[in-house]
């Protein structure tokens, strides 16, 4: 059973455009919502993260939506460049701290 | 700090053969995870550690796989025998606990196992 669903599964994108992941749990109970960045080669890296009663953050260029009826959540990456393709994924934490991920989105941008 | 540190990074192995991979988690972090990683299942949490105690080794896909944390700063994942399928990309992953927005998770560069 896949609590965290993640899409789209590759996505492409021009240079200075939009770049917009989605996920969606099941779980009520899940109280943070990081996003993971992975280079080729390396381990996922901390992005940027959001707490469930909490509808938006933002930093920099990297915006988490948050909508708690829908049970959604997604990734706004604003004038993407080169340099942030990689893959993403987004995850939710069990209160013991157990971190669920979603499948991963593979993020090309072009230049 | 140098982060969460494994070894090796790369493992070709044969199949049969017992596979040892290591972490050294991130000074003073009391949480320990390992995951696996493959083009199929995705990240797939294995088992986890609070203060050196296995918490969550419901991941664990098989008796063939075991993990260990001696210490604070040190954790072992072993395979024996390992199998083709095990093949995929290892990661260790340390936090602080408890909860809240300073539970961060911090991987590791993980070790790509090939099993021939």
């Known amino acids: 059973q896949q609590q965290v669903k993640q899409s789209p599964q590759s996505l492409i994108v021009q240079k200075g455009g939009i770049s917009i992941i989605n996920c969606a749990y099941e779980n009520t109970a899940f109280d943070y919502f990081p996003w993971y960045q992975q280079f080729p080669g390396k381990g996922p890296a901390l992005l940027i993260a959001i707490r469930p009663d909490v509808s938006e953050k933002k930093e920099g260029r990297f915006t988490i939506s948050f909508n708690k009826s829908a049970k959604q959540f997604s990734l706004h990456i604003m004038d993407s460049q080169p340099g942030d393709s990689a893959t993403y994924f987004c995850?939710?934490?069990?209160?013991?701290?157990?971190?669920?991920f979603g499948q991963g989105t593979e993020l090309s941008v072009k230049p | 700090d140098a982060g969460v540190i494994q070894s090796p990074r790369h493992e070709v192995t044969e199949m049969g053969q017992e596979v040892t991979l290591r972490c050294k988690p991130i000074?003073?972090?009391?949480?320990l995870f390992w995951y696996r990683q493959t083009m199929m299942r995705g990240l797939e949490l294995l088992i986890y550690f609070n203060n050196n105690v296995p918490i969550d080794d419901s991941g664990m896909p098989e008796d063939r796989f075991s993990a260990k944390m001696p210490n604070a700063s040190f954790s072992t994942l072993k395979i024996q025998p390992s199998e083709p399928r095990d093949s995929a990309v290892y990661f260790c992953?340390?936090?602080?606990?408890?909860?809240?927005?300073?539970?961060?998770?911090?991987f590791g560069a993980g070790t790509r196992l090939s099993v021939l």
């Open positions: 992953a340390s936090s602080l606990i408890p909860g809240g927005i300073r539970n961060i998770q911090y």
């Open positions: 000074s003073g972090h009391n949480s």
């Open positions: 995850a939710a934490r069990e209160q013991g701290g157990k971190l669920i």
